[in-house]
């Protein structure tokens, strides 16, 4: 049973001390203060889970928060929700509509309770799983319960879950109802208005508390219309702690959380006066201390975007504006206020996040002014900063055709430098952009052959880290990793940038996708399985297998490589996914699908008992190949692009018998470009004319007998 909270420490037992001396005066006070056991539970004192109630300015202008309680659940209330809660995270119902009885007893039950089970620490989830399976009306049900409160983690999913009904009902109004005229219709666009207007002067304090943080940045993509992941929208609006609250199969029942929402006006006019109110009071030294917060960083990212994507570049002009009052020079020059500014920024660990969305938001002039002004003679030193160099890649993504083959020079001579320090993610930009504004990429792939070469050329594997554990570290003779012993430990972050830019160079034709099709064809067979079967690496034989910048020939090569292990690869959970891509792989070589897929008909048994092995023995159609081969060997050679091809069956079925004559699977294969009926109709043409033949040889009586044809 949770416990209410107490005061403890000094605090605490000098109360004590004076309850015990009779101090009349203490006790008087204390009554006072003491909240109402028997007040009811709609009443505004109360507050959601886990959470704050503002009550009030204090003496420094800063608001003062005083957790309220508000009751909790027995023993019984406990129990019963906590097996809701399991069943419905199991999802184990016949059907929607026995779930929907089910739900329905749930919120029968809770009524009345709704803010008990938020505060519950072994019931909130519970909260979180009733809101993604309620429908419309029960979530205004839910809004009008949590009215006058503020909650975290629940009004987080309340919120996510109810904006698309906003869409909705503005794209498809309702009807009013007809049979009950007396019921009062309730938009879900005034309930968020409403939730709104009660933050109303908070908005300030908000942005930096520890839990409404999170639900503000929520509540500003809702009236943005903005989707909630995707980009850097999931960064901004979860804690990297959060925990998955869902349902077992259903995910989030009417959340499409990476889509763009249409919003009435309202939303729009709502936004701005947030917008407004969130730098209300505030000069450029407190919001610039923002910058560096932790918890006020993420939100004032999230204020300059929406104000600069929503409102107009225009809007930066506005001397009130959050752009304005962040950076007031006007031009910022390498000797103005905001450039020292600027230059703290760029090697914070946390003011850099803001500075990347200055520099991705910022309107064209500001932009150009900042990197003629601060960036563009520096680009190859910031390139270099462990910290900077994620600043470079969204200026990187910015700049013009000739500005980029500028910087393009620049940072060349460093590459050696920010691959040694592995730096990949601006190599890996740099490459993008340059293959995006059509700048020659031969250079860059000499500096990273010569940063990667080894006795027999270019070693991908080093670029790849394949030869480290999955720790990061590299194997110890022993098997157990260096790591331990030296305590030198290697990021796993790092082999997911090695990866990420092999598969950069993969996507760009020409000299670098050739090198790294050059270096896998070079490879023993067990350093390919090796990588397959590496949840990172793995992505890196996908990529290569899929490109359009394979030649035939490669693929052709890479895939041999592949023989006698396919089996051994369709069991694992990460090498099944190379399998899969072999089958694209093999587009224009139907001769080598087949041969792939006669090696995973001779592990059938093995397969079919392994989840993995099950997907791809799907995937490559082989009930269909163990069926009926020839129609698998038709459709295989359709869609491999390979009219040249003849199987391995065909090559041997059409050898002529010992009595001369062509097998009837040879007659088969040749006519396997003809569709199901047309081979029906010469069937049936064929079989009249024999009869006709034999007709035509028969004796006079007996044509007579047989009558007309």
């Not at 949590?146 to 503005?170: D, N, R, W, Y």
């Not at 932790?294 to 504006?321: M, V, W, Y």
């Not at 620049?410 to 990949?424: A, C, D, K, S, V």
């Not at 991908?460 to 990061?472: F, N, Q, Y």
Request: glycine fraction near 8%.
């Amino acid at each position: 049973m949770p416990r209410e909270n107490k005061k403890r420490g000094r605090r605490g037992e000098e109360k004590k001390r004076k309850l015990e001396n009779g101090d009349e005066d203490f006790e008087q006070n204390d009554q006072q203060k003491r909240q109402r056991t028997d007040a009811p539970e709609d009443e505004a004192a109360y507050t959601v889970a886990n959470e704050d109630q503002y009550v009030g300015d204090g003496a420094d202008g800063a608001m003062q928060a005083e957790k309220v309680f508000f009751g909790m659940l027995d023993e019984e209330e406990q129990e019963y929700f906590r097996r809701a809660d399991g069943m419905l995270e199991l999802n184990s119902f016949g059907d929607a509509e026995e779930r929907n009885l089910f739900l329905a007893n749930v919120y029968r039950e809770a009524d009345g309770k709704e803010l008990k089970i938020a505060n519950s620490q072994s019931c909130s989830r519970l909260m979180e799983r009733l809101i993604q399976l309620s429908t419309p009306a029960q979530l205004k049900t839910l809004f009008q319960k949590f009215s006058g409160k503020f909650a975290s983690h629940c009004c987080e999913k309340l919120f996510i879950q109810s904006a698309p009904i906003v869409t909705e009902e503005l794209l498809h109004p309702p009807k009013p109802n007809k049979t009950n005229a007396d019921e009062i219709y309730v938009s879900m666009e005034n309930l968020f208005l409403y939730t709104i207007g009660e933050l109303e002067g908070n908005i300030g304090f908000l942005m930096t508390d520890r839990f409404a943080t999170h639900t503000l940045r929520v509540l500003l993509l809702v009236l943005a219309g903005e989707p909630f992941e995707g980009g850097s929208a999931k960064s901004l609006v979860a804690s990297k702690k959060k925990e998955n609250v869902a349902v077992n199969g259903m995910g989030d029942l009417g959340a499409k959380k990476d889509e763009k929402r249409a919003v009435p006006d309202s939303f729009a006019e709502t936004l701005q006066k947030l917008l407004s109110e969130s730098i209300a009071g505030l000069d450029t030294t407190s919001l610039r201390a923002l910058a560096t917060h932790q918890l006020g960083n993420p939100t004032l990212q999230l204020l300059i975007r929406l104000e600069l994507t929503h409102f107009g570049k225009q809007r930066a002009k506005d001397q009130k504006s959050i752009i304005r009052t962040l950076l007031p020079d006007e031009p910022i020059t390498a000797e103005s206020d905001s450039a020292t500014f600027i230059n703290g920024l760029m090697f914070d660990p946390i003011g850099s996040h803001l500075m990347e969305t200055i520099v991705q938001y910022a309107p064209g002039k500001m932009f150009k002014n900042l990197y003629r002004d601060l960036f563009k003679e520096r680009i190859a030193s910031l390139a270099r900063n462990e910290i900077a160099g994620y600043v470079v890649c969204k200026i990187l993504e910015r700049l013009s055709r000739e500005d980029l083959f500028e910087a393009h020079e620049l940072i060349l001579p460093q590459l050696g430098g920010l691959i040694e320090r592995n730096r990949m993610a601006v190599v890996k930009t740099l490459i993008e952009r340059c293959a995006v504004r059509e700048v020659d990429t031969q250079a860059i792939a000499v500096q990273i052959d010569n940063a990667f070469k080894g006795e027999e050329g270019f070693e991908i594997t080093k670029l790849l880290r394949v030869d480290e554990d999955a720790t990061g570290g590299e194997g110890g003779a022993d098997g157990q990793p260096f790591a331990q012993a030296t305590a030198i430990v290697q990021p796993k972050s790092l082999k997911t940038q090695g990866s990420s830019l092999t598969q950069a160079m993969i996507a760009v034709p020409g000299p670098l996708s050739g090198l790294i099709f050059d270096a896998l064809v070079s490879l023993q067979p067990s350093t390919l399985l090796k990588m397959a079967k590496d949840p990172v690496i793995g992505r890196t034989l996908q990529a290569a297998l899929t490109s359009t910048n394979a030649s035939i020939i490669s693929r052709r090569k890479l895939i041999q490589l592949f023989y006698g292990h396919v089996g051994e690869m369709a069991l694992d959970r990460f090498a099944s996914h190379v399998v899969d891509c072999i089958w694209e792989g093999t587009h224009g070589l139907a001769f080598i699908r087949e041969r792939i897929a006669e090696e995973l008909a001779e592990n059938e048994g093995a397969l079919r008992e392994s989840p993995c092995g099950r997907g791809v023995w799907k995937n490559w159609k082989m009930d269909l190949y163990k069926r009926k081969r020839q129609e698998w060997i038709r459709q295989s050679k359709i869609k491999a692009s390979n009219d040249g091809f003849q199987s391995f069956s065909e090559l041997d079925l059409n050898k002529p018998n010992p009595s001369g004559q062509g097998g009837q699977a040879g007659q088969e294969g040749k006519s396997e470009g003809k569709s199901a009926i047309q081979l029906a109709r010469e069937r049936h043409a064929a079989n009249k004319a024999r009869q006709a033949e034999r007709r035509a040889k028969a004796p006079a009586p007996a044509r007579a007998a047989a009558g007309p044809a």
